[in-house]
């Protein structure tokens, strides 16, 4: 059993250790409890709470006795009796369960939506009988007075089946794409569907009419949410007659009031998940809502959080058991998270040995783990000399480091460093001189890196704190003070270069400033050498430089800026002028370019007749062409033209050519007749 804490609400997880496999024997699983602690000191509140391999909805009968889950693989319903803390039958489906419904007081009844758009009924014998609806579904309710089923799902229509009847009646048409939650109000029988577009109608079943309409979507934007795409409902839950909670696919929850089209409270998750359960706890008037991340416990009249969780695994449903202090969870994983929370309400009567185990552990409070080891790091143990130690038994690898004995910690310390007693001795006594240096009057010490920066910043941290007196409002932090801006004081390459060009524009006035305050820092600097020589510490007082402070006019600020730019001008002159100089006196050397193996140069005029020829138009290329040869135009019988183009040639294909006219032309040359010969029936016959 794990005990977390959070804003002093204790959260007891009762399913936190190993679980056993359930191929092993009962011989087996004896011995390995013997072995093993950790296996022998876990509660195991209800025996084999879990499922082969996720678990996708959990909820518990009207009468509290049973507890019922579905999950996969495959897909699988499980009962258990709370009275005898066991299973008591589990049952396999043809396809995954989406949601179901318990009908009855006790597991005799209920319905399964499931993904393969049929909803199955099981009695207490097991499976009873099997339908279809229409379109794919997603969530359902039953309206008790009238033995209604209303069906959602991506469809605009809520379908309706009557189980008394045995038949589908007239759907309701809305005018969503799609729908994806809904629930009927206990107490008025309002039924409520969620659309995909963010909107939640609300329809009578007696007269079969819409009769309010919330836009959740506009609502759930507020100045702090930052939404990429159009939130839509995926939970729903009614509070009694009036009241209404909204879950969003963006992570908002919005609670309403049924009078009202504005929300009460809106309470953001931060993490941009799709809301997928929400429950109301109404001994502390709470809100639990969950997202696949994190469950969140909020107070419903002012939104400040009660406490979270967060599981191991991804949450699928949250299951709250009635009248207690008792939480479940449906995770990605095997096994069903229990948490017990007693501010929330007394343990369950079937659990009742709860409060008395967690009495004892809150009266005997043990000391962590961790209080025996210290946590140290690769460089760490070369630095004490026990880097020969990595592997061992004596140290156990954790994240990034190792855990070890902190007895063997303090006695490697001491060899490794054996004036360690002397060193603290010294950094305390040293502490304690600060401590009585501070109750003196001391000067105001200026930093070694932006002096004027700090002596401006005091200036203004003086004015402000008189302004503030009068005001009687709260004093800001000063920057000096600030940790986040410590090293713009210390480090050299944060100094401020007051002879740049866009401090000088930004600045114009600076000069006049900046001379009262060289004034004051060597007012300042001369009383800390009278510090050091005398080994005392007087007050500083005010230089009569301060007191003569004037306001400038806008005149002299434009005069100041004219100045400033005008020096600018020059400056770049003088540069330009000196760079120009430095031209002339440079000489510039040709440069030569080496051409490749079996490559021709060719002037730089050819590139540029092919640059004009791109530029012209394509009637004037067509007519160049024809001057050139190298196109012929002529018109056909049937009244059409004919075009006709002859490629250029590179310097390759020229070549080959010609060496090829050559060499049939010596073929030709070397080639004999042969017209004294004669053919076998002795026909004179020439070979041509």
Same mark, same amino acid.
């Given at each position: 059993m794990q005990v977390s804490s959070l804003n002093e609400v204790k959260i007891y997880s009762l399913s936190a250790g190993r679980s056993l496999p359930e191929w092993l024997s009962d011989r087996k699983k004896r011995a390995l409890q013997k072995k093993d602690v950790d296996i022998r000191r876990r509660i195991e509140l209800i025996q084999d709470f879990e499922m082969p391999t996720v678990c996708t909805k959990i909820k518990v009968s009207r009468d509290g006795q049973y507890i019922?889950?579905?999950?996969? !693989?495959?897909?699988?319903?499980?009962?258990?009796?709370?009275?005898?803390?066991?299973?008591? /039958?589990?049952?396999?489906?043809?396809?995954?369960?989406?949601? /179901?419904? =318990?009908?009855?007081?006790?597991?005799?009844?209920?319905?399964?939506l499931q993904c393969d758009r049929f909803v199955e009924f099981h009695s207490q014998q097991g499976h009873y009988y099997r339908t279809r609806i229409p379109k794919f579904g997603r969530d359902f309710s039953y309206h008790y007075p009238s033995c209604d089923l209303y069906f959602v799902g991506a469809s605009s229509e809520v379908f309706r089946l009557n189980l008394e009847q045995g038949r589908f009646l007239n759907s309701l048409q809305t005018d969503a794409s799609e729908n994806n939650v809904c629930d009927i109000n206990p107490v008025h029988f309002l039924f409520a569907t969620g659309t995909a577009e963010g909107k939640v109608e609300c329809w009578d079943p007696r007269t079969r009419n819409r009769v309010g309409l919330l836009d959740c979507a506009l609502s759930s934007v507020t100045a702090d949410t930052e939404i990429d795409c159009l939130p839509s409902i995926s939970a729903l839950k009614f509070n009694g007659a009036l009241k209404m909670a909204v879950g969003t696919s963006t992570g908002q929850v919005l609670l309403y009031d049924l009078r009202s089209n504005n929300p009460l409270i809106v309470k953001d998750h931060q993490y941009g998940l799709p809301i997928k359960s929400i429950e109301f706890q109404h001994q502390l008037d709470l809100i639990i809502s969950a997202d696949s991340r994190i469950i969140k416990m909020w107070n419903k009249d002012t939104g400040k959080i009660f406490t979270s969780m967060e599981p191991e695994y991804d949450i699928n449903d949250v299951c709250l058991y009635p009248n207690s202090g008792m939480l479940m969870t449906a995770n990605e994983a095997p096994k069903m998270n229990i948490y017990y929370m007693p501010v929330l309400g007394p343990a369950p009567r079937w659990c009742s040995f709860l409060d008395n185990l967690t009495e $004892?552990?809150?009266?005997?409070?043990?000391?962590?783990?961790?209080?025996?080891?210290?946590?140290?790091?690769?460089?760490?143990? $070369?630095?004490?000399?026990?880097?020969?130690? =990595?592997?061992?038994?004596?140290?156990?690898?954790?994240?990034?480091? /190792? /855990?070890?004995?902190?007895?063997?910690?303090?006695?490697?310390?001491?060899?490794?460093?054996?004036?360690? !007693?002397? $060193? !603290?001795?010294?950094?305390? =006594?040293?502490?304690? =001189?600060?401590?009585?240096?501070?109750?003196?009057?001391?000067?105001?010490?200026?930093?070694?890196?932006n002096k004027e920066l700090a002596l401006k910043l005091i200036e203004e941290e003086g004015e402000e704190q008189q302004v503030t007196r009068k005001r009687k409002q709260k004093n800001m932090p000063s920057l000096l003070k600030d940790d986040r801006f410590k090293v713009m004081f210390e480090n050299p390459d944060f100094q401020v270069d007051e002879q740049s060009e866009e401090f000088r524009l930004l600045n114009p006035l600076v000069s006049k400033t900046s001379e009262k305050r060289k004034k004051k820092l060597k007012l300042l600097l001369e009383q800390e050498a009278k510090e050091q020589e005398e080994e005392e510490e007087p007050e500083g007082k005010p230089s009569d430089a301060e007191s003569s402070e004037s306001s400038d006019d806008e005149k002299g600020w434009v005069e100041e800026v004219r100045k400033q730019r005008k020096l600018l001008r020059q400056e770049e002159k003088v540069k330009w002028q000196e760079r120009f100089k430095e031209d002339q006196q440079t000489l510039l050397k040709p440069q030569f370019f080496e051409i490749k193996e079996g490559e021709e140069f060719r002037s730089f005029k050819d590139s540029a007749k092919k640059q004009k020829l791109m530029k012209k138009t394509l009637g004037d290329r067509l007519k160049l062409e024809e001057k050139l040869g190298t196109l012929n135009v002529s018109d056909t019988t049937v009244g059409s033209k004919q075009a006709t183009f002859r490629l250029k040639k590179s310097e390759q294909q020229k070549k080959q050519q010609e060496a090829e006219k050559q060499h049939r032309q010596e073929r030709k040359a070397l080639r004999r007749s042969a017209g004294h010969l004669k053919s076998i029936r002795g026909r004179r016959q020439r070979f041509h």
């Amino acid at each position: 059993m794990q005990v977390s804490s959070l804003n002093e609400v204790k959260i007891y997880s009762l399913s936190a250790g190993r679980s056993l496999p359930e191929w092993l024997s009962d011989r087996k699983k004896r011995a390995l409890q013997k072995k093993d602690v950790d296996i022998r000191r876990r509660i195991e509140l209800i025996q084999d709470f879990e499922m082969p391999t996720v678990c996708t909805k959990i909820k518990v009968s009207r009468d509290g006795q049973y507890i019922m889950a579905v999950g996969t !693989y495959k897909p699988r319903i499980r009962c258990y009796d709370t009275y005898q803390l066991s299973q008591k /039958f589990e049952r396999c489906l043809d396809a995954e369960v989406v949601t /179901f419904e =318990i009908l009855s007081d006790d597991y005799s009844k209920i319905v399964f939506l499931q993904c393969d758009r049929f909803v199955e009924f099981h009695s207490q014998q097991g499976h009873y009988y099997r339908t279809r609806i229409p379109k794919f579904g997603r969530d359902f309710s039953y309206h008790y007075p009238s033995c209604d089923l209303y069906f959602v799902g991506a469809s605009s229509e809520v379908f309706r089946l009557n189980l008394e009847q045995g038949r589908f009646l007239n759907s309701l048409q809305t005018d969503a794409s799609e729908n994806n939650v809904c629930d009927i109000n206990p107490v008025h029988f309002l039924f409520a569907t969620g659309t995909a577009e963010g909107k939640v109608e609300c329809w009578d079943p007696r007269t079969r009419n819409r009769v309010g309409l919330l836009d959740c979507a506009l609502s759930s934007v507020t100045a702090d949410t930052e939404i990429d795409c159009l939130p839509s409902i995926s939970a729903l839950k009614f509070n009694g007659a009036l009241k209404m909670a909204v879950g969003t696919s963006t992570g908002q929850v919005l609670l309403y009031d049924l009078r009202s089209n504005n929300p009460l409270i809106v309470k953001d998750h931060q993490y941009g998940l799709p809301i997928k359960s929400i429950e109301f706890q109404h001994q502390l008037d709470l809100i639990i809502s969950a997202d696949s991340r994190i469950i969140k416990m909020w107070n419903k009249d002012t939104g400040k959080i009660f406490t979270s969780m967060e599981p191991e695994y991804d949450i699928n449903d949250v299951c709250l058991y009635p009248n207690s202090g008792m939480l479940m969870t449906a995770n990605e994983a095997p096994k069903m998270n229990i948490y017990y929370m007693p501010v929330l309400g007394p343990a369950p009567r079937w659990c009742s040995f709860l409060d008395n185990l967690t009495e $004892e552990l809150e009266e005997n409070p043990e000391s962590t783990v961790y209080d025996d080891y210290k946590f140290v790091t690769r460089k760490d143990l $070369e630095n004490l000399g026990l880097a020969h130690l =990595i592997g061992s038994t004596l140290l156990r690898a954790y994240m990034h480091g /190792f /855990f070890m004995d902190i007895r063997l910690y303090h006695k490697a310390k001491m060899m490794a460093n054996p004036f360690a !007693y002397e $060193e !603290y001795r010294r950094e305390k =006594i040293r502490q304690k =001189i600060e401590e009585t240096r501070a109750q003196r009057v001391q000067l105001k010490k200026l930093p070694k890196v932006n002096k004027e920066l700090a002596l401006k910043l005091i200036e203004e941290e003086g004015e402000e704190q008189q302004v503030t007196r009068k005001r009687k409002q709260k004093n800001m932090p000063s920057l000096l003070k600030d940790d986040r801006f410590k090293v713009m004081f210390e480090n050299p390459d944060f100094q401020v270069d007051e002879q740049s060009e866009e401090f000088r524009l930004l600045n114009p006035l600076v000069s006049k400033t900046s001379e009262k305050r060289k004034k004051k820092l060597k007012l300042l600097l001369e009383q800390e050498a009278k510090e050091q020589e005398e080994e005392e510490e007087p007050e500083g007082k005010p230089s009569d430089a301060e007191s003569s402070e004037s306001s400038d006019d806008e005149k002299g600020w434009v005069e100041e800026v004219r100045k400033q730019r005008k020096l600018l001008r020059q400056e770049e002159k003088v540069k330009w002028q000196e760079r120009f100089k430095e031209d002339q006196q440079t000489l510039l050397k040709p440069q030569f370019f080496e051409i490749k193996e079996g490559e021709e140069f060719r002037s730089f005029k050819d590139s540029a007749k092919k640059q004009k020829l791109m530029k012209k138009t394509l009637g004037d290329r067509l007519k160049l062409e024809e001057k050139l040869g190298t196109l012929n135009v002529s018109d056909t019988t049937v009244g059409s033209k004919q075009a006709t183009f002859r490629l250029k040639k590179s310097e390759q294909q020229k070549k080959q050519q010609e060496a090829e006219k050559q060499h049939r032309q010596e073929r030709k040359a070397l080639r004999r007749s042969a017209g004294h010969l004669k053919s076998i029936r002795g026909r004179r016959q020439r070979f041509h």
